[in-house]
């Protein structure tokens, strides 16, 4: 069982998903077959209503398949877990404690058998990773949008996850801090080698991040349309690529995906 | 006001723009804040004197300002357990609020707490207190004095079955209302349900506990005066009742200032804890 295939560290087999509401069901996901490999870089990209957040809510834990499995590490997953850490789109942090406790929290039961020193020196890696050591005594409301998705990478980064998930993380911050905050998670996903699931709706920050881009139809039903690899060597580096040709070629197959094949209809 | 205005002149620097604004920000903070409570407060005197004019057993506010000196000259007097000083009166009261209020409190809050976070205790405890929450509560003085033989826990038990709703209620309807994102995050990092209810329910639910809490002392310093009235004994609801029966009419306008003053003194006490646990 813990012999876990590294081709397929993450796998969603045949994984349907319906929601029961009150006015009826609806068929969110159908089919869903991926193998994330041990170390990769997956962005999920689609159209918005596509149950793109619904899969990373699936490999997360926190919402249980209506059919097929999902594995982690070979184990099936069968509900939240620190190995598999989330950074929310809105941040989630906690507003009544600072950025120092919004991370300890996470670190305090993952590393439930360390010394409060330890704990400690821990949480103040994980924020000073991310360059926040100055504000780590400051409240969520105290610091900007881009810091505050900050201290969420760092709460999750915090718990040393196999797996990171992030649900379009900086979907909510200007673009200049965002192109800021994509290098700085390259950089460090880099250094901690650790896997990650990126939800995202912005085709440029799927391309430059990811090793691969899953292409989702539109729902209702929806599943994956197209899985595109991106074999562009890293580091890499924004300004050089704008002018790549690779780069672009598949940016624009991206977008042909989305704006061509599967277009919204009504939007 | 306008003395204030005086005194700062001397130390203000030479008359330039910058003080003039400042001069006019004070003229507004006088005209807009000060003076309508004040004209608010002086017309009701005003028409107080003007129906006390025109009825002969309703005294004026003249009169009932000398009666209120001479009380208030001695509030701490004790002739006997029929004859107290007006301010044992008022202790007394304060206490059997206090009790009934602390116990409403011991028991409606974490009682919330379950109901807002079970569901099924939830759907169990809804018709019970969608039954018993309209039902006066002098209703229950009945029970209370046939279950403790006495009128005095019977009071404590009227100012706790009215106190107890809005705290139960208030503090259950913060819980059902922590985000999902909260709720996701205490998933994710797996945390267990003592940290959940510290560091994530407790802190959210805080500020409607505290509404809970400011409705819970409304209701249960209005409900004391007519307790006390059935219930006897010292306090400031039979005061008002024994006054009545000695037909001074003074004592009794004074008693309904003195229970409107003390209950916006309680409301702002509360208003004041309630800031200092906000974390906002």
């Known amino acids: 069982m813990e012999k876990a295939n590294a081709d397929k560290y993450v796998q969603l087999e045949h994984v349907d998903m319906t929601f029961h509401t009150k006015k009826g069901t609806f068929n969110a996901l159908k089919g869903i077959n991926l193998n994330i490999k041990e170390g990769e870089f997956i962005s999920i990209i689609g159209h918005s209503g596509c149950g793109k957040s619904t899969v990373l809510n699936l490999i997360a834990g926190l919402l249980q398949p209506s059919d097929g499995l999902l594995f982690c590490a070979g184990r099936e997953i069968a509900g939240p877990g620190p190995e598999r850490a989330v950074v929310f789109q809105n941040h989630s942090l906690l507003p009544w404690l600072t950025c120092f406790e919004n991370v300890y929290l996470a670190v305090e039961r993952v590393f439930s058998t360390e010394t409060k020193a330890q704990l400690e020196a821990r949480t103040h890696a994980a924020i000073e990773l991310v360059g926040l050591s100055h504000s780590s005594d400051k409240r969520p409301n105290e610091i900007s949008g881009g810091m505050k998705q900050r201290v969420g990478i760092a709460r999750a980064l915090a718990m040393e996850p196999k797996v990171l998930l992030l649900d379009e993380p900086f979907g909510a911050l200007d673009a200049l801090t965002r192109a800021n905050l994509q290098d700085e998670l390259m950089k460090i996903m880099a250094k901690s080698g650790c896997t990650a699931v990126m939800v995202t709706h912005d085709v440029d920050e799927a391309v430059l991040l990811s090793d691969r881009v899953v292409m989702m139809t539109n729902g209702p039903s929806a599943t994956i349309g197209e899985i595109l690899e991106v074999k562009l060597p890293r580091p890499r580096a924004r300004l050089e690529l704008a002018e790549d040709q690779e780069y672009n070629h598949l940016r624009s197959e991206v977008l042909r995906f989305l704006y061509e094949r599967h277009a919204k209809k009504s939007a | ?280």
């Not at chain 2, 009742?241 to 009419?249: S, T």
């Open chain 2, 1 to 280: 006001m306008t003395n204030t205005v005086n005194k700062i002149m001397p130390t203000a620097k030479p008359f330039t723009l910058g003080s003039s604004r400042r001069l006019n920000t004070q003229a507004y903070r006088f005209f807009g804040w000060v003076l309508p409570p004040i004209f608010g407060l002086f017309l009701l005197v005003v028409i107080w004197a003007l129906i006390a004019e025109h009825t002969q057993e309703l005294p004026g506010p003249i009169k009932t300002w000398v009666s209120a000196v001479e009380l208030f000259s001695d509030p701490f007097y004790d002739h006997g357990i029929n004859d107290k000083g007006v301010g044992w009166n008022i202790l007394a009261s304060l206490e059997r609020v206090g009790l009934g209020f602390g116990l409403a409190a011991l028991i409606g809050i974490p009682l919330g707490f379950i109901i807002g976070r079970f569901e099924f205790v939830a759907r169990m405890t809804a018709p019970v207190i969608s039954l018993l929450r309209p039902v006066s509560p002098l209703a229950w003085l009945p029970i209370g004095l046939l279950v403790f033989k006495a009128a005095n826990p019977a009071a404590i038990w009227v100012i706790f079955i009215s106190a107890v709703w809005p705290m139960i209620i208030n503090t259950a309807v913060g819980v059902s209302k922590v985000p999902q994102d909260y709720m996701n995050v205490a998933k994710v990092l797996n945390l267990s349900e003592w940290k959940i209810v510290t560091k994530i329910l407790f802190p959210f639910v805080l500020p409607y506990m505290m509404t809970g809490v400011r409705l819970s002392i409304g209701v249960a310093w209005l409900v004391i005066v007519a307790a006390e009235m059935l219930t006897g004994g010292v306090g400031i609801g039979f005061w008002v009742w024994d006054e009545w029966n000695n037909l001074n009419v003074e004592h009794i306008i004074i008693a309904i200032f003195i229970v409107g003053i003390v209950g916006l003194l309680l409301e702002l006490m509360l208003t004041q804890i309630a800031k200092r646990f906000s974390y906002e």
